[in-house]
């Protein structure tokens, strides 16, 4: 299935606070593009304008599947999870209370995965085995990376096409970072995922992405591949000294 994303030009924000400024961004099938820019910077919005959940002011959000084009900014949530784009939200917003099975069948939330269900919670354990054996624990017991693999493995329960993940690196130690960023690499090769990943965490984020955007105060001030980033003298100044 083909599948790509278009935003374009995007303005939005709450009330009197503008977030985004005329943001463009573009995912192709199959790739992973890292969203960068450090805490405030307009990440998350534009991630939530994609899921129906901020509607921008002006510009638009275009999915393009199989040579049908969706206006993700006219439709809602629901309706977006429906076409196959999922989000593991930044800060994870598990149900601490719920156990881990009752975590992931909050998951299938898409209609055509909640005919699936028993499919898509095999898919969710063998995506993250170290779940099963969880499954009847509470979800708010476990560690932080395990919370963050159950929140991946959640957002896997709809099915997804295109997977969002918001800043996966937040309140986890270095190894953890590291076996996550590498986990949504697998999950993304393995199930032919094609994903858009916000971080601050530049090192562990251009690991795995094909290209990136940088955002700062709501604007794109940088794209490129990984290489070209790398060697951005914004980048070297700002990243690269910081958040190693
Ligand atoms: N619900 C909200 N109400 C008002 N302002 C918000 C809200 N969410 C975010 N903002 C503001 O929008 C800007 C961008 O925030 P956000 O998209 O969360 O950035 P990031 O994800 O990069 O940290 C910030 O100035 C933030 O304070
Ligand atoms: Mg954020």
């Given at each position: 299935m083909?599948?790509?994303?278009?935003?374009?030009?995007?303005?939005?924000?709450?009330?009197?606070?503008?977030?985004?400024?005329?943001?463009?961004?573009?995912?192709n099938?199959?790739?992973?593009v890292?969203l960068?820019?450090?805490?405030?910077?307009?990440?998350s919005?534009?991630m939530?304008?994609?899921?129906?959940?901020?509607?921008?002011?002006?510009?638009?959000?275009?999915?393009?599947m199989?040579?049908?084009?969706?206006?993700?900014?006219?439709?809602?949530?629901?309706s977006?999870?429906?076409?196959g784009?999922?989000?593991?939200?930044?800060?994870r917003?598990?149900?601490?209370?719920?156990?881990?099975?009752?975590?992931?069948?909050?998951?299938?939330?898409?209609?055509?995965?909640?005919?699936q269900?028993?499919t898509?919670?095999?898919f969710?354990?063998?995506?993250?085995?170290?779940?099963v054996?969880?499954?009847?624990?509470?979800?708010?017991?476990?560690s932080?990376?395990?919370?963050?693999?159950?929140?991946?493995?959640?957002?896997l329960?709809?099915?997804p096409?295109?997977l969002?993940?918001?800043?996966?690196?937040?309140?986890?130690?270095?190894?953890?970072?590291?076996?996550?960023?590498?986990?949504?690499?697998?999950?993304?090769?393995?199930?032919?995922?094609t994903?858009?990943?916000?971080?601050?965490?530049?090192?562990?984020a251009?690991?795995i992405?094909d290209?990136?955007?940088i955002?700062?105060h709501?604007?794109?001030?940088?794209?490129?591949?990984?290489?070209?980033?790398?060697?951005?003298?914004?980048?070297?100044?700002?990243?690269?000294?910081?958040?190693?």
């Amino acid at each position: 299935m083909a599948i790509k994303l278009v935003i374009k030009d995007i303005n939005a924000g709450y009330g009197a606070v503008r977030a985004l400024h005329g943001v463009s961004l573009e995912i192709n099938q199959g790739k992973t593009v890292a969203l960068l820019g450090t805490n405030g910077n307009g990440k998350s919005t534009l991630m939530k304008c994609v899921m129906g959940m901020v509607k921008p002011d002006s510009g638009s959000v275009l999915l393009e599947m199989d040579g049908e084009v969706h206006d993700l900014t006219q439709m809602s949530t629901e309706s977006i999870v429906n076409l196959g784009v999922s989000m593991v939200p930044e800060g994870r917003r598990l149900f601490p209370k719920l156990t881990v099975e009752e975590n992931l069948l909050l998951g299938a939330y898409r209609q055509q995965a909640r005919g699936q269900i028993a499919t898509n919670l095999e898919f969710s354990y063998e995506a993250f085995p170290l779940l099963v054996e969880r499954r009847r624990q509470l979800a708010g017991s476990m560690s932080g990376g395990q919370q963050q693999m159950l929140a991946i493995a959640r957002a896997l329960m709809s099915s997804p096409k295109l997977l969002l993940v918001d800043e996966p690196s937040v309140g986890l130690s270095p190894l953890l970072v590291s076996h996550t960023i590498t986990k949504i690499k697998e999950l993304k090769e393995k199930y032919d995922l094609t994903v858009l990943m916000a971080e601050q965490n530049f090192n562990q984020a251009i690991r795995i992405a094909d290209y990136g955007y940088i955002i700062v105060h709501g604007e794109i001030v940088s794209q490129g591949d990984v290489e070209s980033l790398k060697n951005n003298d914004m980048v070297k100044n700002f990243y690269l000294g910081v958040s190693a």
